[in-house]
């Protein structure tokens, strides 16, 4: 489980964890069926960063260092993890690693499954006899890995959800095959409703209406709510609870705060109703998830 004592994680983390309904439809969908996420995220400066994982996890991990420092002990080999190296840990293995006490590690990760995440995981330790390497720091990779985290944390359109796992196989596949590296760029948009996202993001603790979002923006809430879900896929309140509950899975991740607690942090004053909430999304309640980590 996780040891990390701090009440709010790490100052300026941010992590998705993927409604179930999102997995079922990838693990389905012919194009992202051989890889897809589950999980991602990036902690920087994690200070007291601790996972045990006695029994691994039903996922690959990916991790990469770009500051600071971490160990990884798998199989009870212990590899000390720096700035620009990477390691991936396989699915349903004991391990355990941690950022270091006086230099602690800034990290990108993700949770990956697929009938093709074995093969890579083979080709990865099958490159190098200590299953690390060093990467040179690009920052088109940290750019890479923006877009993608844009793209899930924004839109949950079937064809979107190719694409970000589609990008996020060839983030990770750029580490194990890092010198056929290519160049991506990456096109931001401002637009409106990346200006509601951006507002609703802002203020997770607060709750609004249809009809109150449509006024701040100056738009008419049909429109809203027409132009929403065509971008994201979802109705722009069932949006913003999505994100209320991934939120919650941050909470639940990285703090020993109570399900009322966490509740009342992302604006929903009834811990029944953010219970109900939390399971339609993510196919366990709050207590259920918080023991899975484990």
């Given at each position: 489980?996780?040891?990390?004592t701090l009440k709010e994680g790490f ?35 994690a200070n007291h960063h601790h996972r ?243």
């Amino acid at each position: 489980m996780d040891n990390n004592t701090l009440k709010e994680g790490f100052l300026g983390q941010k992590m998705i964890a993927l409604p179930k309904n999102i997995i079922n439809t990838a693990k389905k969908n012919a194009i992202t069926q051989n890889f897809y996420v589950s999980d991602l995220g990036y902690y920087p400066m994690a200070n007291h960063h601790h996972r045990i994982r006695k029994n691994g996890a039903n996922q690959y991990i990916f991790i990469y260092c770009t500051k600071g420092k971490g160990e990884i002990n798998l199989n009870n080999i212990k590899t000390f993890i720096s700035p620009n190296q990477f390691f991936i840990i396989p699915k349903n293995v004991k391990h355990e690693y941690k950022a270091d006490e006086n230099d602690p590690w800034s990290i990108y990760w993700f949770h990956f499954k697929g009938s093709l995440a074995p093969e890579l995981y083979d080709r990865y330790i099958a490159t190098h006899s200590n299953n690390y390497k060093n990467v040179p720091f690009s920052t088109t990779k940290i750019k890479l890995f923006e877009k993608i985290f844009t793209l899930f944390n924004n839109n949950y359109q079937e064809n979107n959800i190719e694409y970000a796992n589609l990008l996020s196989l060839n983030f990770i596949s750029s580490f194990i095959y890092y010198d056929f590296e290519s160049n991506i760029k990456i096109e931001q948009n401002d637009t409106l409703i990346d200006s509601i996202i951006e507002f609703l993001l802002n203020n997770l603790e607060q709750n609004f209406t249809l009809d109150e979002i449509a006024e701040k923006f100056n738009y008419s809430k049909s429109y809203l709510h027409t132009k929403f879900k065509i971008k994201t896929g979802y109705p722009l309140i069932v949006f913003f609870n999505l994100k209320k509950i991934q939120k919650a899975c941050e909470f639940l991740n990285y703090t020993d705060l109570s399900i009322k607690e966490i509740s009342f942090k992302v604006g929903i004053e009834d811990p029944l109703y953010f219970s109900r909430i939390f399971k339609s999304f993510m196919g366990k309640s709050p207590r259920d998830y918080k023991k899975s980590l484990k």
